[in-house]
């Protein structure tokens, strides 16, 4: 059950990218219902016009989505997304920096250029967007940026090395940004999904990782996700909305782990 009826967002505006699908068009949807205007931003701009319009087309949908493509990489591309916000909207009040591209990487194969594509990606562009956000957020009288980063962002494993460590920057970022930004009425804070039911989770086969005999017996049946079962998109939109909501408004530089109890074990 949601509590959307609180409408925490009503004449908000806030910029949410990698929501085409997955964990961003999930809290995206989620912020719509809460009364938020909320710009869809994904390198996949047609799917983010599907999205908005689902979005829209949703009962009880008291805000409004609308669809923007954008590759989060470009530095020009985002402050020029941002400048179109200021023109129409005349205001930011929160920056969801959500995209991401998965990688596994056996060491026998890892390739330095594959390892700064991801970290570009996954957190060079955290950085591009708060840098471009946070003035007009601070001139809309302040509000949230939300990063998500990972449980594979605080803890090591292996075929990982590129994914775990932009992540772990993302953490550490995150903190920084905090610092930084406080003085600007700007809480930075970071999201660690764990194992979540997204097309992320599809391996290379097609097939999906929570379906695999390894994830049943290991996650499922024993319990190394104590929920003993993987989380869907929406488990991740309470959790942000609130993060992004003036509710969290003395809550900053924190990262919150919603993984159903994965890291609770060892
Ligand atoms: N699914 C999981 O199990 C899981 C676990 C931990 C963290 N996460 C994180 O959650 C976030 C959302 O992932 P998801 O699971 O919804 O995956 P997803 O693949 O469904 O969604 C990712 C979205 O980001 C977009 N994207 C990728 N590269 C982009 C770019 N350069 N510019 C703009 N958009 C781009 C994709 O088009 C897609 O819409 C990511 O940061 C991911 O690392 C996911």
């Known amino acids: 059950m949601n509590d959307a009826a609180c409408h925490r967002f009503d004449g908000k505006t806030l910029l949410a990218t990698g929501a085409a699908r997955g964990i961003g068009r999930a809290v995206a949807a989620r912020l719509v219902a809460e009364g938020a205007h909320v710009v869809l931003a994904d390198i996949d701009g047609d799917t983010a016009e599907d999205a908005a319009a689902a979005i829209n087309g949703a009962r009880g949908a008291a805000g409004r989505a609308e669809a923007a493509a954008l590759d989060v990489t470009d530095e020009a591309a985002t402050r020029s997304l941002i400048d179109q916000i200021a023109a129409t909207r005349g205001r930011l009040d929160g920056l969801f920096a959500n995209a991401a591209i998965l990688d596994i990487s056996p060491l026998e194969t890892l390739r330095l250029n594959r390892f700064r594509e991801v970290v570009a990606v996954n957190m ?116 942000a909305a609130f993060l992004l909501s003036s509710d969290a408004a003395y809550v900053t530089g924190q990262i919150l782990t919603v993984d159903g109890g994965v890291t609770a074990t060892f």
């Open 124 to 239: 060079e562009s955290v950085l591009i967007s708060a840098l471009a956000a946070a003035p007009l957020i601070a001139g809309s009288g302040g509000g949230a940026i939300l990063a998500t980063a990972s449980i594979m962002g605080q803890v090591g494993s292996v075929e990982s090395i590129p994914y775990s460590t932009a992540k772990g920057g993302v953490i550490n970022m995150v903190r920084c940004l905090a610092c930084e930004l406080a003085d600007q009425g700007i809480v930075v804070n970071g999201l660690a999904p764990g194992f979540i039911d997204t097309r992320m989770a599809r391996l290379a086969d097609g097939g999906h990782e929570h379906e695999t005999a390894y994830f049943r017996e290991v996650y499922l049946k024993y319990g190394k996700i104590p929920m003993r079962r993987p989380g869907q998109p929406e488990d991740l939109a309470g959790p």
